[in-house]
């Protein structure tokens, strides 16, 4: 008997599914009496013992299926090592979940927070092994997560529809892009899609820049001008704040976000119409795109192998084009974020694009 737990947990994104395939595609075909158990909605599932046996059917069709067939939850890691609001002890919980099943290991699916609690889980003693995912593409230790390349395919679609219009139009567009606290989405799909100023939380922006930017376009004839700005962008007067004064600034703002604030001070000192667009958790949403489907059949099938090597303690990564076993005690509660000076920036700064620096 081959016996392993799976989850997937914090916010979707496009190609669990996919990874998951990847996994028991790869164990099925070459281990006896395989039983693959799924816990629902994240850790809240091994937590509370909210399980399935699962069977090959319910791992058919699904390579190009959008979500998760497992749900999905939110549990900060912060919040692990407190009890529940019944005063059950979630670590010895999940603890003993694990060892009821009697498992051989946990795959666990999930970005940052979740990958913090899958190395907990590990220093507890489990077998863990993890799977890079998040639109955000912010995990230390792997070039690409899934999600993030289905994720510009929908940022870069949107600019690309607001682009006729703007045009049509002579108006300022803001697309706001989701990534949190890092712009790596906004970056790429900025790029991909022609944005004329780009504005990430790793170059706080001076608001003049911004608008000398956009009448410098109006100045050579072009009515119009496209930002892509990610939803954690931050001016450089606000970056000068405590987290705890701009956590306040954000809270009492009439602005929904930082885009319409932006968008506000544009319209005001330039004359020109300004407009925001938030596609939100579009971003999140539908099928994998062919890249996703490679990656996560890659991940998911260099996660088989390493379950039957019995190496574990590990998160399953791409590195320069090839998947390698990387120990999570060296990335967990590591933020990979874009380095202002890095090549792409230099290169698009090269051809225009307007960081707001
Ligand atoms: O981490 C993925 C992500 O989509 C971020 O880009 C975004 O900030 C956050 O999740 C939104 O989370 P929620 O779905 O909980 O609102």
Redesign the pocket.
Known sequence: MFRIGMLTSG?DCQALNAAMRGVVKGLAANVKDLEVYGFFNGYKGLIYGDYRLLTNQDFSGILTRGGTILGSS?QPFKLMREPDENGLDKVEAMKSNYYKLNLQCLVILG?NGTQKTANLLREEGLNIIHLPK???NDIYGTDFTFGFQSAIDIACNTIDCIHTTASSHSRVFIVEV???KVGWLTLYAGVASGADIILLPEIPYDIKKVIKAINRRAEEGKGFTILAVA?GAISKEDAKLSKKEYKKKLETSKFPSVSYEIADRIQKETGIEARVTVPG?MQ?GGSPDPYDRVLCTRLGSAAAQAIMDGDYGNMIAMVDGKTKRVPLEKVAGKLKMVEPDCQMIQEAKRIGISFGD
Do not use: A, K
Request: aromatic share 0%; glycine share 24%.
């Open positions: 916010g939110r970005g998040t639109i955000d989701m990534g949190h939803e958790h999140r």
